[in-house]
């Protein structure tokens, strides 16, 4: 009688088991969606000599010389198309980018999370002369005293370096937010399969935070202070990018690569955001409604939040230094959108167009909405990268034609050998990502954090990777922006482009609109 | 035509009911009485299915089924203690209600309802004010006249006169006469107040301890004091009177 | 009797709470009705679990961060004080809301550079008038309509109020939202759980007691007849207000804990849903019952957390649907909940009667 | 004038899709005397059910529709069968459906290919046909007519099933005094059952009628009920006329500060607050003897 309620727990636990296993099934499916079989991709791709080669031609386009996955491809290949060969079931998921090496990482000097390498640090590299190729030649033995066994800080061993990435592939955006992390994954996979960063691999451990910022914060803490990871990279959950970078500020993590969307992230010593700032966004935008379209009177519909407001105040802030007029403002969540009352005051105001920063999900439902009452502001509608997805067309069906969002890169319409690189590295592993602006940046993330190691040689420390990262000039993937840092000053992108949902046969597609400005605001 | 046979009930280990007898004949009305604690409401809602019983229930020589939508069906109807009308309907609807396990649909509710409202005229003034908002003895009233509608062949009426004025209770004993007189329903009346039942039954039964100590005629106990109060309180002359009975 | 008059006898009832406390050790073991296999395990029972609480976030290292067991904490706070409503039969959906208002709360210290030693009283203070408000508007309500209207309000306190003062989900940036800095001393989640533990250990105590005073024994009487609690001369508004206050301020700290945990909090931690569910963990750990609060904050902080870690964050999809089974098990086979299993196992440890 | 026009159509449309997800609520507390927290839950769960048929599997959309709407009623009559039966109050049926409204969220996300695709475009047949309405500068889409359509015939419709049918004659019984009921021949057994099954299927139906005007979206429909059950308030959780009227007021009190009084941020969202206070209020001058409060107290 009583050994039932034993069951009940017995019976929960192997739920709960089950349901963890369950996943990894599910990341598979995910991982088929995108045309990957199994995993451990190609983690025999025989990087040798290449790997030496390749990596930092840094103040140049790396142009079509690369192709490093040239012969490695064969890993990727085989399950691409076919059928549910669910390959190899346990190393799917999330675990690690490169097969195996993580045992290696039980090495780790026990304490001292902080970087004890402060007094090490080679503070003799100011200028920014380094950024191009003496990185490759120096494997300098013996240039710092503890990489006796590689082991030259938390997380670095000699043949492996363990980095934290954390995506979204759950929760309310998990529909967009994976191609970000897929991207980055793609990225660092593609770094490994060319050799490495001065022979170690890149260990990846992959968190999901369902865009909820306990759940990402967990994660980061969960990766910094018990998995030990050397840094974070490519991070773009804004939930949890935000309150993550105090926290790399206070544990000395650094942190390469998050959106940089909300603009607490640039008050980060630890952190190096690649993404455009929405106020930036927004000051491009208005700017060029005003000139090229004219626009005189606007409503705006923005996400109450705090980059949302300040979306807004850029957008106000240009138009009506321009002679326009913010006529309609109105604030939306994502459990009351209120798209129907714009719509209302912004006919009744008689707006010229209609400035939108909400995801895809918003958007679609203000122009469905919009078409169905027959109406569209004569200017139409036009906002930030929030929504620039292939999957905004999908949902917005025709009626989003005429739509415009801004990239924070070179648009994907344009064929220029930085994004056929980035293209083909990505597709390489994930091919049916959806490309965005943000994919980019993880791409040009997980490039700049291996670039960048690869500058440090064999001594890789915290300290020396954040005043490398610091003293990083012009780097240019070719995809628009050269990225530059200084101590103090992240602000490193804010060069947006626009591109309009145009007709292409029978679908919507994005095509550029060939405007590129940059908000110079930042600068310092 | 109702006819109980060492009728047991309890609830759960406690034994309520020891074996109890009763007969109510067509058109009779048949009082209990008994004191507090006795069995009379236990065996009203053993016989109506509302709990698990032994013994026999026989209508009209045919066993009773056990169970409580069943019984009704059959014709013997229930008015429970504490006057349970469905507080949140109208009147009209808790008589609809009762009409309910003859198939009562509202095309000829009216038609069945005519005789009830003609017995209660004061139901039919208030036939669409809330039921909960009714006056104690309105309530009554109401229950009785649902049981009535089912057209039952007994109605089981289990403590009509609680905590109502004596007023009320002279004007709901005529009711029950003129039912049984106009509609020809059996009524078997339970009630601790012996006094008022005993004035409209035919014959009556004295329980005590879950056991039927006295049977006979209404009239006599209503003039044999003696009788009534040695089976409320356990004397000889109960147990004598009991033994009488046989 | 009146609003002091229950003060007083709460104070009582804490200072006699005290008195046990310090003589509990020698009492329980002297008591001669307990077999000696009772009296061992009670004490190993208690040893192992003080020295587990002690050094929890170490030995669960294993496991996953101290944020785990830090989160856990705040969870069983906030179910503690969903708990306390139980006491007058009450379901409360506020507590949600009146964390944010705690998180408000921090901040305003902080800008107005309070010393740490006096920000959490003033956070409890400051949820006062907050809960009377609460509680005015509340006081007619009953049941569904009661757990209806505290939904309304946390709905309107999270629309109307955080996400403008916090913003929406702290995703799309958190640029307006104010950072809050932990105090030296817990600088790590580790010494910040600590911290935790003795507010939690703090409050939980101040629950027994009043629960096991004459206060106590009030709120039961006013659950169960409140007719009959007034026609003995007691104000069942005053224990209302009261009860209402006291979760009111159990939740307001531990929403101070959790920014202090968290560093900053996005309104969209404190969506009115979310009240739903820590609903349901109270259910789930048994309502009304500190011991189950705090099991519940364990079973639905702590352990999805570890688990999350554990299964490299495979298992973030899954806690909404092994919550919701585990309430469902809990709520049809102990309907007691996870303090009454809790109650059970202990009884065949002791070997008593069950 | 159009403005204002435009303003009580939105009004009314919001209004409609507020009492729809409303009735069903109502029905099930007013029958049951259980306080259905699943409501929305299942009504996702439902739609998703059809979305993944129509729009992933290409069935015809009233066949999707149809098992949709089947899928919910199956799962109303498991849980009357496995868990209502078997809980002895309403309370902790409550607390049940507290946990049916976790485990049906919980299988919106498991379930990898509806999980990673959260908004999710899920047309009728009518979508993108419209109404243009003379005077008002505005068009009124076929779906927000068939979700008016809808909210009025079921609100006749259970209006007539409550106080003219048989069966919803016996659902009420049941839910006043069980015991009685089984004097007057009701069988609570059977009664139950279809109360679940009706009231999920209208969730199901609900949450397909809002999709093609809203999206399949999880986030918008739960905050949807959340108000829609502050709207129940109003009706004391059993009138029906009273929680439509109370819905249609909330919706137009909303539009028109949207619309008209923007500046005055957040109070749009204060309004299902407000309004309670007022029904408070007004229950207060006028006290009419809350028979809700009353039933329950007997329950």
């Given amino acids: ?524 | 035509m109702l006819e109980v046979r060492g009728l047991t009930a309890g609830y759960g280990p406690v034994v309520v009911l020891r074996g109890i007898d009763l007969t109510v004949g067509t058109g009779e009305i048949v009082a209990m009485i008994g004191p507090n604690g006795a069995g009379k409401t236990t065996t009203l809602n053993a016989v109506a299915g509302m709990l698990p019983r032994g013994g026999d229930v026989l209508l009209d020589g045919e066993p009773l089924a056990s169970a409580a939508e069943q019984v009704v069906r059959r014709g013997v109807a229930l008015v429970p203690q504490g006057r349970k009308v469905f507080p949140r309907m109208s009147v009209e609807e808790n008589l609809f209600m009762g009409a309910y396990p003859r198939g009562g649909t509202w095309r000829d509710f009216d038609r069945r309802a005519e005789p009830i409202f003609s017995i209660f005229p004061r139901l039919a003034e208030r036939r669409a004010q809330i039921a909960g908002s009714l006056s104690g003895g309105e309530q009554q009233m109401l229950v009785i006249g649902r049981a009535l509608l089912s057209e039952p062949k007994v109605v089981m009426i289990d403590e009509l006169s609680l905590g109502l004025a004596p007023l009320m209770v002279e004007t709901l004993l005529d009711t029950i006469v003129r039912f049984n007189r106009e509609l020809g329903t059996a009524c078997l009346l339970v009630e601790q107040a012996a006094t008022a039942a005993l004035e409209i039954a035919g014959s009556a039964y004295l329980l005590r301890r879950g056991e039927v100590v006295y049977h006979g005629p209404a009239s006599r106990l209503r003039q044999d004091v003696d009788v009534l109060h040695g089976a409320y309180f356990g004397t000889a002359t109960g147990t004598a009177a009991a033994a009488g009975r046989r | 009797m009146s609003i002091t008059d229950v003060t007083t006898d709460v104070e009582r009832a804490v200072q006699g709470a005290i008195r046990t406390a310090a003589s509990s050790v020698a009492s329980s073991a002297t008591t001669p009705a307990l077999t000696r296999r009772a009296r061992l395990s009670r004490l190993v029972g208690g040893v192992v679990l003080a020295a587990l609480l002690a050094t929890l976030p170490f030995t669960m290292h294993w496991a996953g961060p101290a944020f785990a067991v830090d989160y856990g904490l705040i969870v069983a706070m906030a179910v503690l004080s969903i708990s306390v409503l139980g006491w007058i039969g009450e379901i409360s959906l506020a507590p949600v809301a009146q964390m944010g208002f705690g998180v408000v709360a921090v901040n305003v210290c902080q800008v107005h550079h309070i010393p740490f030693g006096f920000t959490l009283p003033i956070v409890a203070l400051s949820s006062l008038p907050i809960s009377l408000l609460l509680a005015a508007f509340t006081l007619r309500l009953k049941g569904v309509s009661f757990a209806i209207a505290t939904l309304a309000f946390a709905y309107m306190a999270h629309k109307t109020f955080f996400l403008e003062y916090l913003g929406t989900y702290g995703a799309f940036g958190g640029t307006g939202t104010t950072q809050v800095a932990r105090p030296s001393f817990v600088r790590t989640d580790e010494s910040m759980y600590y911290l935790e533990l003795a507010v939690l250990i703090a409050v939980a105590l101040v629950c027994y007691a009043i629960n096991r005073s004459r206060v106590g024994a009030r709120f039961t009487a006013l659950r169960e007849s409140e007719m009959a609690f007034s026609t003995l001369g007691h104000p069942p508004a005053a224990y209302r207000f009261f009860a209402i206050c006291l979760s009111g301020a159990i939740a307001t700290v531990a929403g101070a804990l959790f920014v202090y945990l968290q560093l900053q909090v996005p309104s969209n931690l404190l969506l009115p849903a979310q009240a739903i569910l820590f609903f349901g963990y109270a259910v789930a750990g048994g309502l009304g019952s500190v011991t189950g609060a705090l099991a519940a904050g364990a079973v639905f902080g702590a352990i999805p957390k570890y688990l999350e870690t554990l299964t490299k964050s495979e298992f973030l999809n899954y806690d909404l649907f092994v919550i919701g089974l585990v309430v469902f098990v809990v709520m049809m086979k102990a309907p007691g909940g996870l303090a009454e299993i809790g109650r059970r196992v202990w009884r065949r440890v002791e070997g008593s009667p069950a | 004038m159009s403005k204002l026009l435009q303003t009580v159509i939105i009004g009314t449309v919001t209004g409609s899709l507020y009492s729809l997800l409303a009735l069903g609520m109502v029905l099930v507390y007013r029958t049951t005397g259980v306080l259905n927290i699943a409501h929305g839950g299942i009504g996702v769960m439902a739609g998703f059910v059809a979305w993944d048929l129509v729009q992933l599997r290409h069935w015809p959309y009233y066949a999707g529709l149809l098992v949709g709407v089947s899928f919910a009623v199956l799962v109303g009559l498991a849980f009357e069968r496995f868990v209502v039966r078997r809980l002895p109050n309403a309370g902790s049926r409550t607390v049940a459906t507290l946990g049916l409204f976790l485990l049906a969220q919980g299988v919106v996300f498991v379930v990898p290919w509806w999980s990673n695709n959260s908004a999710q475009v899920f047309p009728s047949p009518f979508t993108g046909r419209v109404v243009s309405i003379p005077g008002a500068d505005f068009a009124v889409s076929y779906d927000q007519i068939v979700l008016v359509g809808t909210v009025v015939l079921l609100f006749l419709g259970l209006q007539f099933l409550l106080r003219r049918t048989r069966l919803g004659m016996a659902m009420r019984a049941v839910s006043d005094d069980p015991a009685a009921s089984r004097l007057m021949g009701v069988r609570e057994e059977l009664v139950a059952p279809v109360v679940w099954a009706m009231a999920f299927g209208i969730a199901g139906l609900s949450v397909m009628l809002i999709a093609p005007i809203n999206l399949l979206e999880n986030t918008s429909i739960v905050a949807f009920t959340l108000k829609a059950l502050a709207v129940t308030f109003v009706g004391g959780l059993v009138s029906l006329p009273l929680t439509v009227l109370g819905a249609t007021v909330l919706a137009l009190l909303e539009a028109f500060t949207q619309i008209y009084a923007a500046d005055i941020r957040g109070l749009p969202s204060a309004w299902p607050f407000i309004l309670m206070v007022a029904v408070l209020v007004i229950r207060l001058i006028r006290p009419t003897k809350a028979l809700d409060e009353q039933a329950l107290a007997a329950a």
């Fill in chain 1, 1 to 524: 009688m009583r050994s039932w309620r034993g069951l009940v727990v017995f019976a929960v636990l192997l739920l709960v088991s089950a349901a963890c296993n369950g996943s990894s099934a599910q990341r598979d499916a995910l991982l088929r969606l995108n045309g990957v079989g199994g995993a451990g991709t190609g983690g025999s791709a025989a990087p040798d000599q290449t790997g030496a080669a390749v990596p930092s031609d840094s103040g140049v386009v790396p142009s079509g010389a690369p192709s490093v996955g040239g012969p490695g491809s064969v890993g990727a290949s085989p399950a691409a198309g076919a059928a549910p060969s669910f390959g190899t079931p346990a190393a799917g998921g999330r675990a690690s980018a490169s097969g195996g090496s993580r045992s290696a990482s039980s090495a780790t000097p026990g304490g001292a999370p902080v970087s004890g390498g402060g007094g090490q640090a080679p503070a003799a590299r100011p200028g920014a002369a380094a950024s191009s190729a003496a990185s490759a030649a120096s494997p300098a033995p013996g240039a710092a005293p503890a990489q006796a066994n590689g082991n030259t800080d938390v997380g670095v061993t000699a043949t492996s370096i363990k980095v934290g990435h954390i995506g979204i592939y759950s929760g309310p955006v998990g529909y967009v937010g994976q191609n970000l992390s897929l991207a980055a994954r793609a990225t660092l996979q593609s770094i490994n399969d060319s050799g490495g960063v001065n022979g170690r691999k890149l260990d990846v451990l992959v968190r999901d935070d369902g865009w909820d910022g306990t759940k990402g914060i967990n994660a980061a803490r969960d990766l910094v202070e018990r998995e030990k990871v050397f840094a974070i990279c490519c991070t773009q959950s804004v939930s949890t990018t935000d309150p993550l970078t105090a926290y790399a500020d206070q544990q000395k993590v650094p942190n390469v690569g998050p959106d940089g969307w909300g603009l607490v992230q640039y008050g980060g010593q630890w952190s190096w955001p690649l993404g455009v700032p929405a106020m930036s966004e927004a000051r491009v935008l208005a700017k060029w409604q005003v000139e090229k379209q004219g626009v005189k009177k606007a409503a705006l519909l923005h996400l109450n939040s705090p980059t949302g407001q300040s979306f807004r105040d850029g957008y106000k802030e240009v138009l009506e230094k321009m002679g326009g007029k913010l006529e309609v403002v109105q604030a939306a969540s994502f459990d009351d959108p209120g798209t129907t009352t714009l719509l209302a005051r912004a006919r009744a105001a008689n707006v010229d167009t209609i400035a939108i920063y909400a995801d895809s999900g918003i958007v679609a439902r203000l122009m469905r909405e919009a078409a169905g009452q027959g109406y569209k502001p004569p200017k139409g509608f036009a906002g930030s990268t929030f929504y620039y997805f292939n999957v905004t067309p999908e949902l917005t069906g025709p009626a989003g034609e005429g739509l415009i969002s801004s990239s924070h890169w070179t648009p994907h319409d344009q064929d220029t050998p930085g994004l056929r690189r980035y293209r083909e590295v990505v597709t390489k592993y994930y091919p049916k990502i959806d490309h965005t602006a943000w994919t980019v940046t993880s791409f040009v993330g997980a490039n700049l954090f291996a670039d960048t190691l690869k500058k440090l040689g064999l001594n890789v420390t915290r300290q020396r990777l954040k005043d490398a990262l610091d003293s990083t000039t012009d780097y240019d993937l070719g995809l628009g922006t050269k990225v530059s840092f200084r101590p103090g000053q992240h602000h490193a992108n804010t060069a947006t482009h626009l591109v309009q949902l145009m007709r292409e046969g029978d679908k919507l597609a994005w095509k550029s609109i060939g405007y590129d400005d940059r908000d110079a605001t930042f600068d310092k």
